[in-house]
């Protein structure tokens, strides 16, 4: 699987929109990009995951640049309830390691009042 | 309630001692996982299992044995429990198209 390199922290002011980059460079044509957070103490929460399109839900968007070696993650008004270490994962759908996902350090996102 | 349970929450075990920490999905995913987080180290694969009766070792198996006998649980057993293996456990399941669900973990202290 394609290795990410993502900020290990950001800060953001409430109510305002959160977009924390990564970059996978060596991603390739069948990896997916996985966006997990895990808030303190608690199991991580999936958040979104795509291949090539950019893809919105009810938590965030998720914008994968053309050449699909970057990708970003929106969170458009984040609130202090974001405050959280967000994971950015690449996988393949090959079947090595049964499909587990390979957690880096991520980024710790600070929401301020 | 639908979704993944662990059990315990929390743990104290003395060294040497075998210790279970369980994990319940009330879908019915074949793939069920065994997660440790340590500070400085993240998240790491112990061991996983693509459907009952079939489990494989992931990044750091040893001094963990896994079991599935049926598709809903999946148990995770120190035989001997040592400090090194201090940590917080996390269990998780996939959901195909959808994403990986996890529990709520279990804190271990070996002493």
């Known amino acids: 699987d394609a290795k990410t390199t993502q900020p290990t922290s950001m800060d953001c002011a409430e109510g305002r929109a959160a977009n924390l980059p990564c970059n996978h460079s060596t991603i390739s044509g069948n990896e997916y990009v996985y966006w997990y957070r895990q808030i303190h103490s608690q199991g991580p929460q999936y958040i979104i995951h795509?291949?090539?399109n950019n893809e919105t839900n009810e938590m965030a968007s998720l914008i994968i640049t053309e050449d699909r070696k970057s990708s970003t993650l929106i969170l458009p008004h984040a609130t202090l309830r974001d405050t959280a270490v967000y994971y950015c994962?690449?996988?393949?759908?090959?079947?090595?390691?049964?499909?587990?996902?390979?957690f880096g350090k991520g980024t710790s996102l600070l929401v301020t009042p | 309630d639908a979704g993944i349970t662990q059990s315990p929450r929390y743990k104290i075990t003395e060294t040497g001692r075998q210790v279970t920490l369980m994990c319940h999905q009330t879908w019915s995913h074949s793939y069920m996982f065994w997660y440790r987080q340590d500070l400085g180290h993240g998240l790491r694969l112990i061991y996983y299992s693509a459907a009952a009766d079939i489990t494989d070792k992931g990044e750091v198996p040893d001094g963990y044995v896994v079991s599935r006998s049926k598709t809903e649980n999946f148990p995770l057993t120190l035989e001997s429990a040592t400090r090194s293996q201090t940590s917080v456990y996390f269990c998780?399941?996939?959901?195909?198209?959808?994403?990986?669900?996890f529990g709520s973990g279990t804190r271990l202290t070996v002493v």
């Open positions: 795509g291949l090539k």
């Open positions: 998780a399941t996939r959901q195909p198209g959808h994403g990986y669900t």
């Open positions: 994962i690449v996988r393949g759908g090959n079947q090595s390691g049964g499909y587990a996902l390979n």
